[in-house]
């Protein structure tokens, strides 16, 4: 039975209100004013409010702007009575974040009308939540206890039979389990710093200030020290041959360890999800203020439903293809990207190709700057070795 809120001063159209709501086996309660009806939204937390504009002290706008500002009442659906019916009044009652506006006097299906229809709107966007927390339980169970387990195991695992039997193992065994140990800690500890730095960017996005600040800081792209992380996690993956790389310098608004840490996350992914033998391209370059930088692959691809529902902790048909990682590396770079002003976008088709694609604010005439810089450098050092 959906709990009702009306808020009204008039006693009579309270009343009235009461029985019509009662004879549709709604749970009513109610409040004579605005001050009261704030108190008892906050203790009852009802389905729905029905407020009226005008009334002594605390008036409907005042009680809306209340509730939109709280997060335990901020999504109740709420419904204005009123008197009023010119259009700045509804533009008002509308901006503050009313759902619907209802002028007396009204009828009994109009109202029941307004009523069915917010209820059945927040009805669904309940279970929109619900089916989203249910996808994300379903992604954590199936992905989370494997990456935490697999590295574990082989931690456990080989540094028993070391302590069990290391008098009978030869040095050669001996390294090569310590190297499996150190692999695997290794793999456990990028693993939680993974977990930690999404939990910190979570906070961050919380933070005006914070957000703010990191907004201030810039870096030139791309660094020496970039290029040679590209290169090395290429030469791992034995995927040398493969790579096609263009990047036009900038400045841009980002730190280098938040730049260096997008670039990671996509080329990490870029490898992981292709396959040996097919390219992977690297392009970064800057038009009207923007820097974008995008890692194009030629592996499994993704959906629309799938980009649609990207998010932490979720890799795509998990059960049908064994890989190592949490799903936490495109969201990563995503949540960096937006809180530096900028964007990350998904085109892709499946089986075909993946290109992941950041956007974030320059300074171009930063950069400008700091190439006349280098070139005047070079200009120097060339006359004086000229005389």
Known sequence: MNKILVIEDDINVRQNLVDLLYAENFNVITAENGYFGLQLVQTEVPDLVICDVMMPEIDGYEVLKELRQNPKTAIIPFIFLTAKSEKPDFRKGMDLGADDYIVKPFS??????????????QT???????DKLDKLRTSITLSLPHELRTPLN??????????????????????????????SSQRLFHLIQKF???AELEIIATDPQRVSEIQKQSTEFPTPGLTNLISERVKNAGREDDIQIDLSRSVVKISLSKITRIIEELLDNALKFSVSGTPIKITAKTVNHTFS???????????REQIAELGAYRQFERKLHEQQGSGLGLIIAKKLAELHGGT?????KPQEYTTVTVTLPCNNEEAEASLMTQHSVLNTQHSTLSS
């Open 293 to 303: 930088v995008s890692f194009s692959d030629r592996g499994r691809g993704m959906s």
């Open 154 to 183: 082989g931690i456990l695992g080989f540094s028993q039979i070391l302590m069990e039997e290391s008098e009978l193992l030869d040095a050669p065994s001996i390294k090569e389990m310590a190297e499996f140990i150190h692999q």
């Open 108 to 121: 009994r299906t109009e109202l029941l009308a307004a009523i069915t229809c917010r209820l059945e709107k």
């Open 196 to 198: 930690l730095l999404y």
């Open 344 to 348: 990350l976008k998904i085109d892709s």
């Open 124 to 130: 669904a966007i309940y279970q929109q939540t619900q």
